[in-house]
């Protein structure tokens, strides 16, 4: 069997009505912003203006995707501009919220790098900046937009797999390539940075039933020479269902990705790359098919993202990334960091 595209159309990266309405500013051009640049790109619209401290770094990618962007070293200086619409930060969030809140005051609105803010108080506080001023802050969590986690969402969503038992998540991939850079001073870079895609996912998967308990640990594997734990699982107890998230990233080959989500009248079960599942298997009362998955490059999760915050803009509407709904997979994240550090089963607050 095919994806069934004409079964669940919404799975796949939606593009913008009106592209050339919007006129994005980026600020912050490391490794993650040519995939912003990219989702752009695909969809005609314009990205008129880039920042970072390194000078260098906003023009190459200037030259590469937009040359006729302006650039600037100062990010208020492109907040400045009045012809830019939407500004998309993509810098580290220790630097990000006080951005996020520039932005804000400025008039524009926002589509923030995830996770949103390094304390619940932070994220609280730029949502409610946004309410005040009637502007979208949204949070790019692109991994809705995952081929497979966007098809089970999908599926979720329908009925399909009836009421919902358990979701398990299991990957190991080599994540040493943040040795060095100021993502290793995270403390929980993988509860944090990584997995707050998998909380989000676990949440929209759970939707409307209530969230227990979150059980974590995260340890160093032998012999690590990076700071943060590269190792780390969580138990997350919805009263009749369960979810687990296990993370092995030190050195860890071949990559590998699992996912499992068992309901009442079905199960989508999937093995391939790390965010880059090709296929997934559904078995219902009709026997088990294979489903082969579109939409799987990394730059579609961007795509994805990009396309429903500028829908949202469009139609008048909350985008479904908006801060004050992703506070709730804040608070799953933070809980877990925290029961990983206290060793003890805490409540989402």
């Not at 919404?10 to 993650?32: M, N, Q, T, V, W």
């Not at 923030?112 to 506080?125: C, D, I, T, W, Y």
């Not at 943040?178 to 993988?190: C, D, F, I, V």
């Not at 309901?263 to 088990?288: I, P, Y």
Request: glycine share 8%.
């Amino acid at each position: 069997m095919n994806h069934m595209k004409d079964f669940f159309p919404d799975y796949l990266p939606k593009a913008p009505a009106e592209p050339k309405r919007h006129r994005i500013g980026l600020i912050g051009c490391g490794s993650i912003a040519q995939y912003h640049l990219m989702a752009a790109q695909s969809f005609g619209v314009e990205v008129v203006a880039l920042a970072d401290l390194r000078r260098e770094a906003a023009e190459a990618l200037r030259d590469r995707f937009f040359p006729q962007a302006r650039v600037f070293v100062d990010h208020r200086e492109l907040l400045a501009c009045e012809d830019i619409t939407v500004v998309e930060i993509a810098t580290h969030a220790d630097v990000r919220i006080h951005q996020i809140a520039d932005a804000l005051r400025a008039g524009k609105h926002v589509l923030s790098q995830k996770p949103l803010a390094n304390r619940l108080e932070e994220g609280r506080e730029l949502a409610e900046l946004a309410d005040s001023l009637g502007l979208q802050l949204g949070v790019n969590q692109n991994g809705r937009w995952s081929a497979h986690l966007g098809f089970t969402l999908a599926v979720v969503a329908s009925g399909r797999l009836g009421k919902l038992h358990s979701l398990d998540m299991c990957m190991s991939w080599d994540h040493t390539f943040m040795r060095g850079t100021a993502s290793e001073n995270l403390h929980h870079l993988m509860l944090s940075d990584f997995a707050i895609h998998y909380f989000d996912f676990t949440r929209l998967v759970f939707a409307g039933r209530a969230l227990e308990s979150v059980f974590a640990n995260a340890v160093k594997a032998p012999d690590q020479d990076m700071r943060p734990p590269m190792l780390a699982n969580c138990v997350m107890s919805f009263g009749d269902g369960l979810a687990t998230l296990s993370l092995s990233s030190y050195e860890s080959k071949p990559e590998q990705e699992y996912l499992s989500c068992v309901g009442s009248a079905g199960t989508l079960r999937g093995l391939g790359k790390v965010n880059r599942l090709q296929r997934l298997e559904w078995t219902d009362a009709s026997g088990t098919r294979t489903i082969e998955l579109e939409g799987t490059e990394v730059v579609d999760r961007f795509r994805g993202s990009l396309g429903e915050f500028l829908r949202a803009l469009e139609d008048g509407r909350p985008s479904s990334l908006n801060a004050r709904d992703n506070l709730k997979s804040l608070e799953l994240c933070f809980a877990a960091m925290k029961s990983a550090d206290s060793g003890v089963p805490m409540r989402p607050v």
